[in-house]
């Protein structure tokens, strides 16, 4: 229990680890770039609205994650969100019930010949079983991994079925494209639309990283430069940044960042790791926060929208479907979600300008 521990990251798995470890009598160090803890799972509170950083809900077939809020007494922190959608397509919104199978029965935004295929391709996903196991990958896994979401639907079925279900799917769940994602998770998410219900937390993501960091030694604003050996099996040097620069000595290391990261950190990594970790690609995301002074009613907590109507935004949600202290009385919090392309383009041009864009299509 004097082993020296250190945890480069503050994200929700170096928060989680910390957790581990303090339960089981350690005392984990974590370093963090960054001013806040949580990463992706963050928010903010801004003139009364609570804006969510990145993640924003929580599905259901979460499971890890909803057992985890158990342990740490958080589980009555959730709520159940509407879980209703809208694609809109010419004008028209079309509604559909997610985690309702059924509704793709009379969605109006797919012909019959397309309802058939989806209910082929739900029956294909639960007959695949143990494969779709994303936790627990079977040889078949992998099998299913080597083809695009694009390339597998192009090739069987029907392009509506690519640009009306998939797509959106994609750039709302993952923040990514069907041309860029593996046919097993498109399969998966099918498999799972039986059971669908949504969840969030009333006061923003941010509540279980605030919670968890209550309990563990976290150095924000203190960024990891080098992770050096001193012998094989360690002690290790950990050279850190920030205002308070120094180097510090820890027994063993967790690293809870983005793998590409890895080999800047760490120097004798093997040739075939630093390959590996370098080609681990990381799509970029643009998320917007709009609100207004007025209550917009009758909308769907997430807002579809088809790239072959629209250059920039993917998907809109309306904050108040995941909780009533989201927004404050009588307004509303919109937050677009930006199409990978649109996001790919405009990731390094100035806030104001992509506002602007944002907002003019909406």
Do not use: W
């Not at 969510?52 to 709520?79: C, H, W």
């Not at 990978?340 to 299509?361: M, P, V, Y």
């Amino acid at each position: 229990m004097n082993h020296r521990i250190a945890i480069v990251g503050s994200g929700i798995s170096g928060l989680c680890a910390g957790y581990h470890l303090t339960q089981a009598g350690f005392k984990p160090v974590l370093f963090e770039s960054r001013s806040f803890v949580g990463g992706r799972m963050s928010s903010e509170t801004v003139d009364g609205f609570i804006i969510d950083k990145a993640a924003y809900t929580i599905p259901e077939f979460y499971r890890n994650l909803i057992g985890f809020l158990s342990q740490v007494g958080m589980e009555k922190s959730l709520v159940q969100t509407s879980s209703t959608a809208s694609t809109f397509h010419d004008g028209k919104n079309h509604p559909i019930k997610i985690g309702s199978p059924s509704d793709f029965l009379t969605y109006k935004l797919l012909s019959i010949k397309n309802k058939k295929d989806m209910v082929k391709l739900f029956l294909y996903a639960r007959s695949l079983g143990k494969a779709l196991n994303l936790d627990q990958p079977t040889q078949k896994t992998f099998e299913l991994e080597n083809e695009s979401v694009t390339d597998y639907l192009r090739t069987h079925y029907d392009k509506q079925i690519l640009e009306r279900i998939a797509y959106p799917i994609f750039c709302e769940i993952f923040l990514g494209s069907p041309e860029n994602n593996s046919k097993v998770s498109f399969l998966a998410l099918l498999r799972n639309l039986s059971k669908f219900n949504i969840f969030a937390f009333d006061k923003g993501m941010g509540t279980l990283p605030e919670r968890l960091k209550l309990d563990l030694d976290i150095r924000l604003n203190s960024p990891v430069l080098k992770i050096t050996a001193m012998g094989e099996k360690g002690p290790y040097e950990v050279a850190v940044g920030g205002t308070d620069s120094r180097s510090l000595e820890f027994d063993a290391i967790i690293l809870a960042i983005p793998l590409p990261l890895v080999p800047r950190l760490i120097e004798s990594l093997p040739g075939k790791l630093i390959k590996y970790f370098r080609n681990v690609v990381y799509a970029p995301s643009i998320v917007v926060a709009t609100a207004t002074e007025g209550k917009i009613k009758d909308t769907s907590m997430i807002n579809n929208l088809l790239r072959a109507d629209f250059d920039i935004l993917g998907n809109i949600v309306f904050d108040q479907h995941k909780g009533s202290k989201r927004v404050p009385r009588g307004k509303t919090l919109a937050t677009c979600i930006l199409q990978e392309r649109a996001s790919r383009l405009l990731l390094h041009e100035t806030d104001q300008k992509i506002a602007n864009l944002a907002l003019k299509e909406m």
